[in-house]
């Protein structure tokens, strides 16, 4: 690959890189680039989400780079010392390892083995002493890493703020510095702890990293994050039938999204496809997510089957279930159109009652054309809502 | 003694203790209180404003309690790391334990060595690693460390504040977690780093040190804090004639708390000498002062010799030199009055205007009574400016 097509192809999808300019002038060295990505030890599967930058690193993968994964085992083996939060157990060694391996094959499943390297950052921060880390803190100020939003936020607000959380950005900068970083990729939510990582590299005299951000991906419900905590997800070691029809799910507006972050389809041809027929489309993007975890034979097979259990029945065997948002029950009452959009099924209150109003919206294979009508939640509870052709959710 | 006697001798000159109540309660116990005091291991001299605070130290080893002196071992050896400040250079642990053992004589003269033991604090933060400075954070709100008053003011007038900065604090406060502190002494300026201790001794259960606050000596300048950077110090170490003089150049107004904190004369006394004549006054202050750290009779000696010198001349063999402040100057002159004031030898611009009317200020022996005098610093340069019946500076 030329540089211009290394460039193309690492950075499609992408939300923000810090700097273009520098990642040319990397990628221009000709040398192998060291891509650096964290890895939480404590989840169970590799979801889509997590795929998007997995599958990111694997670009670099394939224009010659070597992926740099690092295990933050040194945080997990401390657990939360203020015993405030319950997500962050402490873990030993052991078990930070043995999630690792666990989840080795499904990264994989991605990656190229031979072209990664993982790396465990206790084997660094953990030889650190006291006298390291205060020659470490005196690269960063404090003003500098109150600019991270959560913490000024909080700040603002008079929430705490425990000092030992200011540390762990500096823990994933000093991972770069540890590593030589050339590139760092990250969700946009890992912004600024990616930056932090530029900072200190410059600091000591080190070039700093280039930071490649992807969107976060939205899951299955349209409106938060995938994550495994919310359910809204699918993991990449779902078995074809299961994978494709939950990508069927995948509600329409995030269609294109989908097709950017979760497959290699050119973009010119996403653009055809999101303007053709959205079923048609959207059975396309499940085949192409199930031919690059399974096979193209699988997605066929899976295809096959949904589409005859989908023709033999108005709705699909499992539904996705939906919760209604709090903030939407006014006086007891729920607008259904605004409860379409809440859900993540319209990209507005104005669409949804555009569907409505076409006769695209059903409630337990009822139409519902009134576009104000309004409900008790008592009334929505376990009802099957069905907007356009294939979008089904159980309410809850 | 009794408890109240111990709390009224203890708490003698205190400017602040937190809190009182605790100070009692622990007193009441009548077991041998820990008290706490850091030693900075770069100033070559125990002067007179140092002393304070060793003098109230003795003060607890007089009630029967023990010193724990801890020298800062762990961040000198560090020195700044960020390089920007000069007055903290790295030592080496020989260098400073070499800075102690000068300093040590020094210190057992106003200490019982009997009842005194010397802590190096690098042998506990020094075998800190990164996991246990990641607990000891957890500790301490980022709120909580920047109400510090130059924290605060420098984050509000967008000053850099190093990370390393706002570790120090909790080194300070681990070092009473370690000793087990009952009591920390420290000057105004240390009543911050003071309560880290109490907090980071609550957070794990200890029960949480008095912190017993001496007010800052001011020096014989009459205006900034006795300083060995500054010139304006008596060290302990001087001999009696040196000594005595430079006691009778302490400006009158000051004379009150140079006797309640350099000084075991009783409060009633004192307000008596203040009372009387000031030169009687100053006088005895010299004596007692010469007496501590020499003998009585070395007191007398240096007494006869400055008396017969004073009474022999205009003016004394060595006087004080006095910067004229910038600030002062307006439109290239300096009034006379103001000048008087800001270098200390009248509490206001009023008072020095008062002692001029009255006949009390003169410029190389020439009389000045006009309290409007405004002169340039080339007129003022090298002149001996004389204050009262005894108080002289060298202007320049």
Same mark, same amino acid.
């Given at each position: 690959m030329t540089v211009d097509e290394q460039y193309d192809w690492v950075s499609?999808?992408? @939300? $923000? /890189? /810090?700097?273009p300019g520098e990642l040319r002038a990397k990628l221009k060295k000709g040398k192998t680039l060291r891509i650096k990505l964290g890895v939480? *030890?404590?989840? *169970?599967h590799v979801t889509l989400g997590w795929a998007v930058v997995l599958r990111k690193l694997r670009h670099f993968q394939q224009a010659g780079h070597h992926a740099c994964l690092i295990v933050g085992d040194f945080t997990a083996m401390i657990g939360d010392p203020s015993g405030?939060?319950?997500?962050?157990p402490m873990l030993t060694r052991e078990e930070v390892q043995g999630h690792v391996r666990a989840i080795e094959p499904q990264l994989y499943k991605i990656l190229d083995p031979e072209m990664t390297t993982l790396y465990y950052n206790a084997d660094w921060l953990g030889k650190m002493d006291f006298a390291d880390v205060i020659r470490l803190t005196s690269k960063m100020t404090v003003a500098r890493i109150l600019e991270r939003d959560d913490f000024a936020n909080r700040l603002a607000a008079n929430q705490p703020i425990g000092m030992h959380e200011i540390m762990y950005p500096l823990c994933q900068g000093q991972d770069s510095v540890e590593i030589e970083a050339d590139v760092e990729l990250g969700g946009s939510d890992q912004k600024f702890n990616n930056l932090v990582g530029r900072d200190l590299q410059r600091a000591i005299g080190q070039e700093p990293q280039v930071v490649l951000l992807m969107p976060l991906l939205v899951g299955l419900d349209g409106v938060?994050?995938?994550s495994q905590s919310l359910g809204n997800y699918v993991s990449i070691t779902e078995e074809p039938f299961q994978m494709y029809g939950k990508v069927m799910? &995948? *509600?329409?507006?995030l269609l294109e999204n989908y097709y950017t @972050?979760?497959?290699? &389809?050119s973009l010119a041809e996403v653009s055809k496809l999101i303007g053709g027929h959205p079923m048609e489309a959207k059975k396309r993007l499940a085949r192409e997510i199930v031919t690059i975890y399974h096979s193209s034979a699988d997605a066929g097979a899976a295809e096959e089957r949904w589409l005859s259990q989908y023709s033999k029945k $108005?709705?699909?065997?499992e539904i996705v279930e939906a919760t209604i948002p709090d903030? @939407? &029950?006014?006086d007891g009452k729920v607008l259904l159109a605004a409860l379409i959009a809440g859900i993540g099924l319209a990209s507005s209150n104005g669409e949804a009652r555009r569907l409505m109003r076409q006769g695209g919206v059903k409630l337990d294979a009822n139409k519902v054309d009134d576009p104000m009508l309004a409900l008790t939640p008592e009334e929505l509870s376990g009802k099957v809502l069905k907007v356009g052709k294939h979008q089904y959710r159980r309410i809850t």
């Open positions: 499609r999808g992408a @939300l $923000e /890189i /810090i700097s939480d *030890p404590t989840v *169970p405030k939060s319950k997500t962050r938060d994050k995938m799910s &995948v *509600p329409d507006h @972050l979760c497959t290699d &389809v $108005e709705q699909p065997d903030i @939407l &029950v006014k």
